[in-house]
């Protein structure tokens, strides 16, 4: 018999294969769901043996059996069923159940996914990866402003001083996403990390670059932040509308066209993009249209839409959207669980309503 929701305990662990190829489409997920008298997996294993021997079991086949426990008292007619898993079976299925569960997490290189959003100010400290930018300074300072402890990465740390940062109450720590050494150091022990670089022209363009700075750069975090006893919870990473144009039947689009002159900007966002998806963390990709430095109030209230949904158009609901809220959606993209592996669009209108914070992600 099946037993009512309440009766079960169920815990359910998810693991991803790190994929080949960057593309979203090739990702494989494998399931591992464990009950106190259950394995599931993709590949199926079958100890229904064990209700019938109290002997160790040799094999296991490839035939799933479900057979929760009950966790409430007894109702008429459950007799029969319990009596049929002995009591001193349960915890050898449950031992049985961490072992598969383990050996086949080693056996095949994945890693556990969990959604976990912050669990209020004092989840932190959170790493703020290019902290000296224009939108990376409002996310530092609307951190703060909640007592979110922060560590504000940049290459210069006497520049983000000079902006305040650190009489703000942020840790200034030197951070160079071209240098994984600089990265580990910056990045240690803190629960989440929100992503604001993006490449600004100069005379050394061999490393300041869409190429280096918006994919490789990018690379380089989610590598650490995915590396043994790392302490990352959530990724939240800023890119730009447009950055999947051509899948999207964009490529023609004049907006497209002109951003991605720089160095092919869009497309070198979009593979950070893909490899942050494909990497198992709990991720959160924020995709804003054109920024603005004037104030909302200015620009107009914030619209959330979903991915692939809005280009720049003229017939679209907004088209810019105040670096302040921006910075208001990644901070609160870590505290919500809604937001765990979403891509959101996000721009303003004068016209818009007020949308309430905990519809952002709904």
Known sequence: MVLPACQQKTADVSFRIEPKSTSSQNMTTVILSSTATSFTASVRSNTASLARSSKRPSAVSHRAVRAPVS???STPGDGADQAAVP????GRRAALSAALISSLALELGVMPTVAASLSGPTDGPVLVVGATGNTGRRVVAQLRAKGVAVRAGSRDTK???SLGLAAAGAELVQLDVLDKASIEAAMQGCTAVICATGFTPSLNFKKDNP???DHEGTDNLVAVAT????SVKRFVL???LLTNAKAAGQGNNDNYKFLNA?????DEKLAAELNL???GLDYVIVRPGGLSNEAPEAVGNLIVRGEDTTFGLETDPGREISRDTVAAVCVEALFQDAAAKRVVEVVSSPSAPVLPVDKWFA
């Not at 720089?262 to 869009?266: A, E, I, S, T």
């Open 211 to 213: 190429a280096k700075v």
């Open 262 to 266: 720089l160095g092919g900007v869009l």
């Open 227 to 230: 590396a043994p006893g790392s």
């Open 238 to 240: 800023v890119t730009s």
């Open 71 to 73: 966790c409430c008292s």
């Open 159 to 161: 520049k983000a001083s």
């Open 277 to 279: 998806r494909a990497s």
């Open 87 to 90: 009591s001193e079976l349960v």
